[in-house]
Every structure is written in C-alpha cells, then in structure tokens.
C-alpha cells in the first residue's frame, strides 16, 4: 500500500479547487489507493504530481501565479492541497497509528508515536506488533469500531514503561536511559485515545489518535493520594476521639458502632457516649455535626468533651443541651450539630430526653411492637434563641432503644421520615444482644463500606432478668415522715433489708452508717417528703434519700469545735462515691455507693 498516494481530505481543499477549475470544472478524479472517512463523496488529488499536472492544464487562469499560488497567498507557504497525510500527521505531537483490516495491521506511525513506542513494521498485526495498543485495551475497540462505523474514545488509560523495551523497539530518546546498551523507558504513560473509522483502498481500518496525558494523570493521582491522606487523618481522628470501649452499667446492656463514610465520602462529625452518673443512673447520647473532614470531626470532639463535663453536673436533659446549644455557638457559628441526651433510670423504668434537631428514638418492646419518642425536639445546637424541653418514653424490662444518626436512614431518593419507619421495621424483627442488634439493622437499611455518609448506632437494652440474676437486682425504700423518730427507722429498715440481702457484716454495718448520715443532713436541711431508697445490683449497693429542698449539699472542712457538718464527710470517706442532683419538680437526691466484693 502506498500511502504517500492518498489523501487528506482537509477543510478548504474542494473549495480551492473548485476555485481554480470553475464552477463547471470538477478536480481530478483520486486514484484507488486514497484514504476516505465512510461516507464520503469524494476525494482530493493525492500526490504532488497529480496536483502539479491538473494545474498544467490551467496554469494560465488568471488570479494565479506561475508556481499555482492563488493571488493573495504568501510566497514559501505551500498550498493546502500540497500537504499530504504523512507530513500532516508525520508533524503532530499526538501520537497517531493508522491500522487496516480485521486484523488491525499495521499501515502507518507518525513521528511521536515512533519516539514514544519505537517505530513498527508495516504490515505487522497490531496484536503481535503493538503491544501498547494491547495494554492500552484498544483491541476490542477497534473491533467495535470497526463493525459500528462509529469514533469510540477512552481516557487516561496506562501504559506501563516496560511495554516498549519488551517489544525491542528504541523509546524516544529523551524517556529512556541505557542498561547494558539496551534501551529502557524511563516512566509509564497514560493516553487518551480516539479510535476513527477510516476506509483505506476499499479495505476498512482505524485512525488511532492518542494524546498524552501523562502529567495530568500523574497530578490526578496526586491529588487522589493527598485526599486520601486527608480522610485517613479524619478518620483516624475521628475515631480517636469516639470512646474506645463504652461504659456498662449496672442495669443496661449497650453496643454502639461507628462506620464513615465511602472513599468518595468524606468523614463526617457523627458521634456517641455513655456516662454512668451514678446511683444507677446512665446518659447516652448520640449526635451529628453538620460538615465533613477533619474540622467537622475537631467539633465533634469539643462537644463530646463538653457534653461529659455537664453530664457530671446530673442536670435534666434539656437543661444540659441548653448549655450545649451556647457553646456549640462560640464553637464555630458556622457549623451546627443535632443531639440526643437521655437519661435513664433503673427506679423509674424509663428515658428520660431531650433532642436538638436530631432523629426520634426507637424503642423495640418485649413483644416486638416499636414506639417512636415525640417532641419534644427543639432546633439543631448552636442557633440559640430556643428552650429546650425533655420528654419520656417508657423503657421497660425486655426492651430495646434504638439512637442512631441520619447516615442510617436518609436516602436521596426518599424522604427521611420512610427511612425512619424502614428502620421501624427493621428493629421489629432485630432479636439478640446489642451488638447483633447493630450489625442486623446496618445490614438491614443497606449500608455498606461504599455508604454516601457516616453512621452511628448505639443500642441499649433493659434486660428482664430471671432465676438467679434477678436475685442480685432489688429495691427497698421507706417514706420518712420527719420527727426526732425518722433516723432510728431508717437505720433499723436498712438493717433489716441488708441482712435480707446477705450482705458481709462489714459491708452492712458501713452501709448503715451512710444510712443514719444522709437521713441526718436531710432532716436538719431538707424539707418533706423524705424517702429513704435502697438498691442492690450486681456490683454495687447504693442508698439515696431524697427531700423537697433543692440545696445541695457541700463537702466541707469541719473545725474541731463545730458540732455538725460532718455528715457529707464521713459519706465521702467510707462509700466508693457520692453525689447529689436535683430532682424533677423540685427538691434533690443525695446518694452514695458501695463496691460489692467479687
């Protein structure tokens, strides 16, 4: 095939000749061996000669010069139509192959696809020849073009820098080095390539365009990797700042589970705790800072810290988001959060919430029936301007509570309040410990490690105790009706009731101490109604007294002289801890515990 005979079919090549022949005058018929795009009507002169003798015929029309230039066109610049495909092609800096036949052989390699692959034998089948086009997956291309008839384009794909040195064949000379004086690339590449129909002498073939893209693939991955790095950091930051184990209380039994977000996702500020309060009592909380990365997850850090710091003030739910709300603003005014604080007691069976914008709680009953918490829920922390409130939603023996962040539940190709009523259903048929409660519903709402946002769960669950654990868990109290008689009854009920319990007398004796020394400090400083509670579980003992007087009392240093204020103090000395709280509608509790021996 001689491919210096055929033609380029370029713009303004008819429009010229049809200029220098006369709108009557037709151009030379192209002989056989011309390249022309399917469709085509027709073709240029191919070779210089043809051109040269179709301009003897009229050299002599006006408006041209005797070497054939129009009038107008600059010496030294040759006519369009004197350019053949090879010194067009032969120049461009994309590299460009010319292949024929089912085969794919190979017809024609310009200049740049010679100096970055070496130069390929005519003729050679594009399999065996060419293993870059191998690499670079064009054969099925090819193919495809060549059956449709249509241009098929991929981008940015590699070729690895040994693919030319194994097909012995000189890479250019500026991408290769010498070992032992065989030539070897210097780096991979990576292509973008257009594949075009062509037809070559009645035969089909493909034009393959190829651009370089190297650098630009290289500065993709670049930024890739450093983007990768800086979810890394969010995550591993973000994870650091998660508990590392959660705390177990006496009365509950809770599971949590983080997961981010894919690797097009980037980490959001999800986050949850427990904080034992003490007396039995347990917080939980689970919140969502609106953002992604590392600053989202910064945030979320501070707020957990801070949530902690109030959770140890035992204030009720709403008043701790109150001062979250506050400092969620001096945070970082840009970036709100959503919050779940609940408080639950082992005395009341119930939780006790309060929500910032945040989802409602899932509570699964015994029976498998689930309830949904309601308002109240005020507005997402760190908007201020609002007073949050608490509610209730019974938490019963034998259920489970279900807190959880929108990555569980939102979808975009559905409103929220589905997701919350598919998660419903989920947990209707989630059996099992708090851990298998979390892994069924990640499963059951589809998150997978490719998941468009993070998602926490914390599942929590009040379990219904039989045979001999439920003889490690009992209650007792006493009303205490004041008068100069309310501390001898205490002590005797106390004494009475830690007996029954088959406490060491050691144990009881000192719980009976703590016994006479809170009901002392209420009767001289608190108000009725009085109430003397005692609670045993499995690791502890503890004893509280509560009394309508919202005082709370102080540990303090007693001089010798002083006659009172004692009390506290001894408490602090002999129990584990102590602490005091105010209680709903008024007055206070004060507690302390005891450590059981194992």
């Known amino acids: 095939m001689n491919f210096t005979r055929w033609s380029a079919r370029l713009p303004g090549t008819q429009r010229r000749i049809a200029a220098r022949t006369g709108s009557g005058d037709s151009p030379a018929k192209p002989r056989d061996n011309s390249v022309r795009s399917p469709g085509a009507k027709s073709s240029v002169p191919a070779a210089r000669g043809e051109f040269e003798r179709h301009g003897e015929q009229h050299g002599d029309r006006t408006g041209e010069h005797p070497d054939g230039r129009p009038d107008g066109e600059p010496a030294g610049i040759p006519a369009l139509e004197e350019l053949s495909v090879r010194d067009v092609l032969g120049g461009l800096p994309a590299l460009v192959a010319l292949v024929y036949g089912p085969d794919h052989r190979v017809a024609y390699v310009n200049d740049a696809y010679t100096d ?10 594009a399999a065996e020849g060419c293993p870059e086009l191998v690499e670079l997956g064009l054969m099925p291309l090819m193919d495809q073009v060549l059956r449709s008839g249509k241009p098929r384009t991929v981008k940015s794909r590699k070729v690895l820098a040994a693919t030319s040195a194994t097909s012995g064949t000189p890479p250019h000379a500026s991408a290769y080095g010498s070992v032992n004086g065989s030539p070897t690339v210097a780096r991979d590449g990576s292509y973008t390539v257009t594949c075009t129909p062509v037809e070559t002498s009645g035969s089909g073939g493909v034009l393959v365009f190829a651009a370089d893209v190297t650098d630009h693939a290289e500065a993709a991955e670049r ?149 949904r918490a309601a308002d109240p829920t005020g507005p997402p922390l760190g908007t201020g301007g609002w007073i949050h409130t608490s509610g209730t939603i019974d938490l019963a023996p034998g259920s489970t509570a279900v807190l959880y962040t929108d990555g569980l539940v939102e979808r975009r190709s559905e409103d929220i309040d589905e997701g919350v009523a598919s998660l419903e259903r989920a947990l209707a048929g989630a059996k ?30 009040h379990p219904a105790r039989t045979g001999h654990s439920a003889e490690l868990f009992h209650n007792a109290a006493l009303d205490l009706l004041g008068g100069i008689e309310a501390a001898p009854r205490a002590r005797a009920f106390a004494s009475g009731v830690l007996s029954s319990w088959r406490f060491p007398v050691e144990l009881k004796d000192l719980g009976v101490l703590a016994t006479s020394e809170l009901v002392a400090n209420s009767l001289q400083h608190g108000t009725p109604p009085m109430r003397l509670r005692l609670r045993r579980t499995d690791r502890r003992l503890i004893i509280e007294v509560t009394d309508g007087d919202d005082h709370l009392p102080l540990r303090r240093h007693a001089e010798p002289a002083d006659e009172a204020g004692r009390g506290i103090s001894i408490v602090a000395t002999i129990a584990s801890s102590w602490g005091s709280r105010r209680t709903p509608g008024g007055g206070k509790a004060v507690w302390c515990e005891f450590a059981l021996p194992h």
């Not at 970055?116 to 089948?125: Q, S």
């Not at 490719?450 to 669950?461: C, I, S, T």
């Open 432 to 461: 099992g410990s708090p851990q298998v409660v979390c892994d069924r519903l990640i499963r059951a709402m589809g998150v997978t490690a490719e998941h468009d946002d993070d998602v926490a769960v914390l599942v929590l669950q």
């Open 116 to 125: 970055a692959f070496g130069p390929r034998e005519p003729g050679t089948a």
């Open 223 to 371: 930024l890739r990797a450093s983007e990768r790095r800086l979810r890394e950091t969010a995550v591993a930051l973000q994870r650091s700042l998660l508990p590392q184990e959660l705390e177990q209380p006496d009365d509950l039994r809770v599971a949590a589970t983080y997961q981010p977000g894919g690797t097009d996702a980037a980490v959001g500020g999800d986050w949850y705790d427990v904080i034992t309060l003490g007396a039995g009592r347990t917080a939980l909380v689970i919140g969502d800072v609106m953002g992604r990365g590392v600053r989202a997850a910064a945030v979320m850090g501070q707020l957990r810290t801070a949530v902690r710091a109030y959770a140890r003030l035992d204030l009720p739910p709403h008043e701790v988001l109150q001062l979250l709300d506050g400092l969620a603003a001096e945070i970082d005014p840009s970036q709100i959060a959503t919050c779940v604080y609940a408080v639950h007691d082992p005395n009341e069976g119930r939780l006790v919430y309060a929500s910032a914008g945040h989802l409602p709680i899932l509570v699964r009953a015994e029976d498998g029936t689930v309830a």
